[in-house]
């Protein structure tokens, strides 16, 4: 299985990576930082599962200065809509709530279900807690049922 992985924490990273390649070690995830290299990485590989964080910047950070984006996670559902890509999506995001400019704040739960509406290819969110292993076990599972 292949695993694309968007996501711009290191630490986070990792620790998705390992808890997956600790339950499926015949799989390959590529991690990239940012909704430029995320994207570049779709257009280049095809992939059996996204996983997505919602706050990221719009360049990985050795690229240029730049802060994470509340919800542009959501701007790249968009472009992957847009390209014709039917890869499933997980949402993974250490926030339950998200403001962009100019717009009113969302709940994680709001916004899931807005992905829902919009978006086929949408499987589910998962809060990430560091301190906690409830996300793991969730992103497990839902790997779990992909792979049959």
């Not at 802060?67 to 890869?87: D, V």
């Not at 250490?94 to 400019?101: A, H, I, P, T, V």
Request: with cysteine; net charge negative.
């Amino acid at each position: 299985m292949k695993i694309l992985l968007i996501e711009d924490t290191p630490q986070k990273a990792e620790k998705i990576k390992n808890a997956i390649l600790q339950h499926f070690s015949d799989t390959n995830v590529d991690i990239k930082g940012s909704y430029q290299s995320g994207n570049e990485a779709l257009e280049n590989k095809e992939y059996d599962l996204i996983l997505l964080d919602m706050t990221i910047p719009m360049y990985d950070y050795d690229q240029e200065p730049n802060e994470p984006l509340p919800k542009l996670g959501f701007m790249l559902f968009n472009e992957i809509r847009r390209q014709q890509i039917s890869t499933k999506i997980i949402v993974i995001s250490q926030f339950s709530d998200f403001k962009s400019k100019g717009e009113e704040e969302q709940t994680l739960e709001e916004l899931t279900q807005e992905m829902k509406n919009k978006f086929d290819n949408f499987l589910c969110s998962i809060f990430y807690a560091q301190n906690n292993t409830a996300w793991e076990t969730q992103l497990i599972n839902h790997i779990t049922n992909l792979k049959k």
